[in-house]
């Protein structure tokens, strides 16, 4: 009878000590866009600050959910036709068939290849949008994040931190945002969205009081810049411009019943 409780103490133990079957996560691998935020997939984006380009390169995050794996894998984007102004070859290189992911990789960085070769940019603005499409190696199991859109053109246009500086440089316009990249100093301000922006609230001040200096006085400001021009009109008016660009004419307009002297936006608005 001793032996016999022995034996069956030895039979439990080993049946409690056999390996629990290992569970694995087995789901199709998706491939979606790791935009910081929704607003990342609008993509806005201009030659205005480098005219001299006739290409750029703009890079979409592309990520994995599921596994990484040893060898390499391939994935799809498509133009979405219904929301895309843009040509190709004439405002973007055609995307290629598929795009490949590299072995143990989870992330890609997409290239899109948008194009200054159309007059027309310099007055409107196109627009590629595109989505991530199933392929034989990935799945899109995350509709809200497999769609963008890339918004260019050879003009200005309301940047992103626009909206936290409107009590300052009040509301957008083109002609505006131009004066501020000729005098303030920058091209950039601080989002306040972002965490610890509010360290660059100082510089951000120091920028928009040289904007407000320009405006006050544009007189002194020329002569303190000579690449910038100011020439008299019959009428009391004056044309501003780059001394390289020439054609290229922001009116500062004389009001006559205070002598004082405004600029113009594209929408006829004096800018203050």
């Known amino acids: 009878m001793k032996n016999l409780i022995i034996l069956l103490i030895a039979v439990i133990c080993i049946i409690s000590c ?155 316009s083109r002609v505006k945002h131009q004066l501020f990249l000729i005098s303030s100093g920058t091209i950039d301000m601080p989002d306040m969205s972002k965490p610890d922006a509010y360290l660059q609230v100082p510089k951000a001040l120091y920028h928009i009081a040289q904007y407000k200096a320009f405006l006050s006085d544009p007189f002194s400001w020329v002569e303190a810049h000579p690449e910038y021009i100011l020439t008299g009109k019959a009428n009391g008016d004056y044309d501003f411009y780059l001394q390289e660009a020439p054609e290229k004419i922001i009116v500062l307009k004389r009001d006559q019943g205070t002598n004082t002297y405004y600029f113009i936006d594209e929408n006829g608005q004096i800018i203050t």
């Not at 998706?30 to 750029?56: H, M, Q, R, W």
């Not at 990520?63 to 405002?91: M, N, Q, Y």
């Open 18 to 172: 056999s390996k629990e079957p290992e569970f694995i996560y087995d789901s199709p691998d998706s491939v979606y866009f790791n935009f910081e935020d929704t607003a990342g997939s609008k993509i806005v984006y201009t030659f205005a600050y480098d005219p001299e380009l006739v290409e750029d390169t703009i890079w979409l995050p592309v990520k994995i959910s599921g596994k990484r794996i040893p060898f390499s894998r391939s994935f799809k984007i498509a133009v979405v036709d219904s929301a895309t102004t843009a040509s190709p070859t004439l405002h973007y290189e055609a995307f290629k068939e598929s795009y490949e992911l590299p072995a143990d990789s989870g992330t890609f960085s997409l290239p899109v290849i948008i194009y200054n070769k159309d007059p027309e940019l310099d007055v409107l603005t196109v627009t590629l949008a595109f989505s991530l499409q199933a392929s034989d190696d990935f799945n899109t199991d995350l509709p809200h994040m497999i769609t963008g859109k890339i918004s260019f053109s050879n003009r200005l246009e309301q940047p992103g931190w626009w909206i936290y500086w409107m009590s300052s440089l009040g509301m957008y």
